[in-house]
């Protein structure tokens, strides 16, 4: 049934664990300081792609089902290999021959099942091997080559004897673990196996053992620690334990719930010999110690009994425990709804003369009578705490009995005080610690509730009921370091004097949830030491209000020396100029919890040192240098989450820049620091907040402008001088002419003999004649023709030339012949632009009777389109209908001024 039992509950802990185990998954190796982590990646072959240098490896919650030499050989630098919950069914004799300088081998979880002599033959340089939760079956002399192990963990292998070899192996085994196996008895030539090695820790927890056969641990004589937890061990057979350990050097029995109830006056008899000095009793739910048990440990030090059923103790209960020093009695005394409450005799301690240590919280006994403590002249940590001991009204004969004592610390929370009397702990005069935290006390405290107590450096009254403090309430406790006040005081603090002037050696003082409304500015005046400062969870935002009677309250005046400086929840909407000033060496500030928004450039000027910022649940909206830059500049870690942060340029730029450049730790950064407004921005992260919409562009602005005008001028330049550049050169002609003296005499329009001289192809004449020689009849203009107008006899060069000057306008009429005529091309083209330019006179009229390209015209005629006025160019139309407004334009061209515009 017990075995049974047994592997149902090793099947539920291997099914929880690998649930658990498997929960989380990774997507490939991760590499760290040597030690490369494969684990949960249901692996079925050992990787291959890792460094060649890495010293552990980690491939355990895998699918492995082998271990192979060749596989590993790529990695011989290992030290550690972590092969545990994988499916691995036996080992290969060339694993450890391919890791020469393995030392830590954990198959923990997995199906090794036949372990032969040449599967470990290679390991010789093995300290640790964890085989536990297997199902191994030995043959031959698996762990002989083993000679530098020092842990071998056998645990749960269902394993039916302790017996793991014949011959003397394993020397240097330090410690060996068989918890959880099948082990019913344990024979004397069991370890004969360690008779040479130097064990020193045997783990046997969890056994259904029934039987020690004489002499069964003589064979490791030197073990020290014996670990039989989890196992039922029946009065008899704990007493033959005790008897097979004598002898041995056995120095610490641990024997927690073995299921014993009582102990009986010889049951450790057999530990007489030995130098025991650790017996661990927890759980067991012992209910007497009567017969004086214990009377055989004169060398105990360390005893624990906790999580016991203890209903009485004597006189006799703790005989032969001389040389205790600790002793654990927590849970040990325990009333139920149906017992009465356990009794504690006068001088039941009284056997432990140099007991350093009482632990006895959450314990019930009948009260704290005159001698209960008597007879420990040693003792120096007292607890009581959530004990029911029937402590009411604490008063100066209440712990009389330890006035012998050295105490140094007494630990009395949560022991339903209701009162302290004066001189309560005026025979404690060595106490340095006093705990009342969690009681029930309501008095005001005069000061003589402490009388004596002149070396107490830590008082903590936190969560009482009702304490009133006057200003004389610590006088007798000036060495106090240490006030605990939060959660206790009924009213505010703003009388004179403050009840704390006297603690010139303080340094940590807590007034939280307090609901302190009003204080007064000397209230920590002379606390020049003072590091630790809490105020949290308080009604202080009136103090600091700029509209306060009389201005802000400056009751942090003065405290050079503070650290740390809690203040959250206190409905503070704005902190004064001068709230933070003089804390040069506050490493701590927390401000959560309340309702700050517009701070005050400034206000954290003085706080250089500033290390751990907290903000977080506030209505700061914006972030602006000014206010945090001095607080920002030092920080290691800063809390700002839940802030309805205004997200644009002006309020929170400064503030992105830093989050991305600082090496500060900002938690739940992604998460937690939301954007309210802008709408654009509601509800999203700062860290979408983009930075680039907020660069000042008044710089890139003008640089902007003045390259676009440069390149503006460059083009124009470029466009006028490619087509204007005649017009350029011409406007220089004339200038040139004038200033030399070529330029005509007067400035205004002479009279001349033609109104035109027409230039065109002989081909063209027809059309010369019929639409413009016309206008002659009509009396308005006179033209002149060379076929009709030349002087017979003279130079027709002459001729040409002295035409043209008697001529207001040139007239080219231009078509393909004209341009295809060597002698209007060569000459009077020439002679034409040479007039022009000589006489300063805007005269040619282009008539287009054909379209003709630019480059043309300035190839053929050294003439552009755009040399002339745009009223010179005309182009004959193709239709009828037309011709009448080209004449009209053509008298608007020869009627036009000469003068160059």
Not at 131 to 139: A, D, T, Y
Not at 144 to 155: A, I, N, R
Not at 764 to 773: E, K, N
């Amino acid at each position: 049934m017990v075995e049974s039992l047994f592997l149902l509950v090793c099947l539920l802990d291997l099914l929880v664990q690998s649930s658990c185990l498997h929960t989380e998954k990774k997507a490939a190796c991760t590499i760290e300081d040597r030690m490369a982590d494969c684990s949960h990646l249901s692996l079925k072959e050992v990787p291959t792609d890792l460094p060649t240098d890495i010293t552990g490896l980690d491939v355990s919650h895998n699918m492995l089902r082998a271990l192979p030499g060749p596989a590993l050989a790529r990695y011989p630098k290992l030290v550690l290999l972590d092969a545990s919950s994988n499916d691995i069914t036996h080992l290969e004799s060339g694993m450890c021959l391919a890791l020469p300088l393995l030392r830590d081998l954990i198959l923990h979880r997995n199906e090794v099942h036949l372990l032969i002599d040449k599967d470990l033959f290679n390991c010789t340089n093995l300290s640790l091997l964890d085989l536990s939760f297997n199902r191994l079956k030995l043959h031959g002399e698996p762990f002989l080559p083993l000679k530098s192990l020092t842990t071998l963990d056998l645990s749960a292998n269902s394993l039916i004897s302790a017996r793991l070899g014949i011959v003397p192996q394993l020397w240097n085994l330090d410690t060996l673990i068989l918890s959880k196996n099948f082990i019913k008895i344990f024979k004397s030539d069991d370890l004969s196996f360690l008779s040479n090695s130097s064990i020193q820790t045997l783990i046997m927890s969890s056994l259904p053992l029934k039987t020690l056969q004489p002499g069964c641990f003589q064979q490791i004589r030197g073990l020290r620690n014996l670990v039989m937890d989890g196992s039922v061990l029946s009065p008899q057979l704990t007493a033959k334990l005790s008897e097979e350990l004598s002898g041995t050097s056995i120095a610490s029995l641990s024997l927690q719930n073995n299921r014993l109830v009582s102990l009986t006056d010889t049951i450790f008899k057999g530990l007489q010999d030995t130098n025991l000095t650790s017996l661990d009793l927890s759980s067991n739910s012992l209910v007497s110690l009567h017969n004086s048990p214990f009377k055989w440990l004169g060398t105990l030090e360390i005893l624990s009994l906790n999580e016991s059923n203890l209903k009485h103790l004597t006189s006799t209960s703790f005989i032969g425990l001389g040389n205790l020093r600790f002793m654990n009695l927590t849970r040990a005394l325990v009333k139920s709804h149906k017992s009465s409450y356990p009794i504690i005799d006068n001088f039941s301690f009284s056997p432990l003369t140099r007991l350093e240590t009482l632990l006895m919280d959450h314990t019930a006994f009948q009260g704290i009578t005159a001698d209960l403590f008597s007879g420990l002249e040693s003792l120096r940590h007292l607890s009581l705490s959530w004990s029911s001991v029937g402590l009411r009204t604490v008063n100066n004969g209440t712990f009389a009995s330890l006035s012998r004592s050295p105490l140094r610390t007494l630990d009395l929370t949560a022991t339903d005080i209701l009162r302290l009397d004066p001189g309560a702990f005026s025979g404690l005069g060595n106490l340095t610690k006093l705990l009342l935290g969690s009681n029930f006390i309501s008095q005001t405290l005069t000061g003589e509730e402490f009388q004596g107590l002149y070396n107490l450096e830590e008082l903590d009254m936190y969560h009482n009921k009702r304490i009133i403090l006057s200003p004389l309430s610590f006088n007798h406790m000036r060495s106090l370091r240490t006030l605990i006040l939060g959660l206790a005081l009924a009213q505010n603090q703003d009388f004179n004097p403050s009840p704390f002037q006297l603690l010139h050696n303080l340094s940590t003082l807590d007034l939280s949830n307090n609901n302190i409304a009003n204080v007064m500015e000397g209230l920590l005046e002379g606390l020049e030491k003072l590091r630790v400062l809490r105020l949290q969870h308080n009604n202080l935002q009136r103090l600091w209000k700029s509209a306060y009677p009389g201005g802000p309250v400056s009751f942090l005046r003065g405290l050079h020396s503070l650290e740390i400086l809690d203040m959250d929840s206190n409905g503070l909407d704005e902190i004064p100029l001068t709230g933070l000033s003089g804390l040069a060496q506050l490493r701590e500030l927390s401000l959560a919890g309340n309702v700050l928004d517009h701070l005050r450039d400034s206000i954290f000027d003085d706080l250089t040192s500033l290390r751990f910022l907290r903000l977080q649940r506030n209505l700061i909206t914006l972030v602006p240098p000014g206010v945090f830059g001095p607080a920002l500049r030092n920080l290691s870690v800063l809390h700002m989450e839940r802030n309805p942060f205004d997200c644009t340029c002006e309020s929170i730029l400064w503030f992105v820049n830093w989050l991305n450049t600082t090496n500060a730790s900002v938690p739940q950064r992604s998460s937690e620091y939301i954007c309210n407004t802008p709408p654009a921005y509601f509800n999203k992260s700062v860290d979408q907040f983009n930075t680039l919409s907020c660069k000042d562009m008044a710089p890139f602005y003008i640089l902007y402008v003045m390259n676009s005008v440069l390149v503006l001028v460059f083009m124009v330049g470029s466009l006028l001088f490619h087509f204007q550049g005649w017009r350029i050169k011409f406007h220089w002609e004339v200038m040139v002419n004038r200033t030399l003296g070529f330029a005509e005499p007067g400035l205004g329009e002479v009279r001349f003999e033609y109104d035109a001289y027409l230039i065109h192809a002989q081909a063209d004449s027809t059309w010369v004649d019929r639409h413009l020689l016309p206008l002659e009849e009509d009396k308005q203009y006179t033209f002149f023709v060379d076929d009709r107008d030349a002087v017979p006899g003279r130079s027709q060069l002459e001729s040409i030339v002295e035409a043209m000057r008697s001529s207001r306008k040139i007239v080219f009429i231009v078509t393909e012949k004209l341009l295809n005529d060597p002698w209007c091309r060569m000459y009077k083209a020439h002679q034409a632009m040479h007039q022009v330019i000589e006489d300063s006179r805007d005269s040619v009229v282009l008539v287009l009777l054909e379209d003709i390209p630019d480059h043309r015209l300035s190839r053929d005629l050294l003439i552009r389109k755009g040399m002339l006025k745009s009223h010179c160019v005309l182009h004959w139309p193709l239709q009828k209908e037309r011709v009448q407004a080209f004449r009209h334009k053509l008298r608007v061209a020869l009627g036009s001024s000469n003068s160059v515009q």
